[in-house]
Nanobody, 124 residues
């Protein structure tokens, strides 16, 4: 059975850092575009960072550019999201997702597999 499992969330002060991990269980990540989404209370789910499996390029939503870094280790079936200089606006549940597409796209409907999410709270 295909499954994604996130970890690494928590409570951090503004300006702090967290590193999220997402492990693919039961399948290889080689064939998937991997994206981190987040959902803040009362808001729609939004994609924040994406890693292409074709050229391993990375893409970021404007609000996290320069602060977040997505990386992947397909041999370990793991995708990471390094988050630095966190802001209260980054608070939300973070999900990793896998899509069998060839280029990065933040449309949630394209994603075949989702993790359960990990909570990130940025607060003084």
């Amino acid at each position: 059975q295909l499954h994604l499992a996130e970890s690494g969330g928590g409570l951090v002060q503004p300006g702090g850092s967290l590193r999220l991990s997402c492990v693919g269980e039961g399948f290889s990540l080689d064939y998937y575009v991997m994206t981190w989404f987040r959902q803040a209370p009362g808001k729609e789910r939004e994609g924040v960072a994406c890693s292409s499996n074709m050229d391993y390029s990375s893409h970021y939503v404007e609000s996290v550019k320069g602060r977040f870094t997505i990386s992947r280790d397909d041999s370990r079936r793991t995708v990471f999201l390094q988050m630095n200089d966190l802001e209260p606006e980054d608070t939300g549940v973070y999900y990793c997702a896998a899509a069998s597409i060839s280029v990065c796209d933040y449309s949630p409907g394209l994603y075949d597999h989702w993790g359960q999410g990990t909570q990130v709270t940025v607060s003084p």
